[in-house]
């Protein structure tokens, strides 16, 4: 587990790069970088002229918003067409996806950084969502900028776990390749060290 967090955190860190005549010989792979990307306008999926490895997806706003409460607006009713708009950009262009849930819908949480009332709900939602995407998503993380009272999320690391929990064993019954990772940590008032010995 610890390995995984250490994964996660690489992708939110700063890379510094030092060229040399080795570089120039022995370029770093794409798969080595990632991009955040967010809130990207109507005209589609912006590309970078250089190669990259994964697209990590969260709350969109520019083509649709792609967090739980927009792609569920109410129960059992979805609508895909952002979400779509997004995998089906990356299609062929060998990127991987990582998406990132959170911000659930009204009618599910009491507020929009709360754990869901009802764990059944958030159940229902991963199902479907990892039915549509498991071939073209292959990597699935389960909160965004998660401990507690940071801003995106306010429950607890109990209900974190369980949600975390709920998504591994869904996905892997649906769908043994698809990685589930642990919660990204921010740096703030708490304490990443901290967060991740609770979590774990």
Known sequence: MTLIASVQMAFYSPLGVCESSAATTNPVPARFFGLHDLGYGANGVPTPTKPYGLLR?????????????????????????????????????????????????????????????????????????????HTRIKYLEVWNESMAGEGFYTGTTAQLVQLAQHLYTITKSIDPTVTVLTPDATGGKANMTQFYSDYF
Do not use: K
């Open 57 to 133: 997806t969260w709350e969109h706003w520019g083509n649709g918003n792609i967090s739980w409460a927009g792609l569920e607006p109410s129960r059992t009713s979805f609508n895909w067409t952002a979400m779509d708009a997004t995998v089906n950009a990356l299609t062929n262009q060998n990127v991987d996806i990582l998406h990132c849930f959170g911000w659930p819908p009204s009618w599910a949480a009491t507020c929009s950084t709360c754990a869901p009332t009802n764990i059944q709900d958030w159940d229902d939602f991963i199902t479907v969502f990892v039915n549509r995407y």
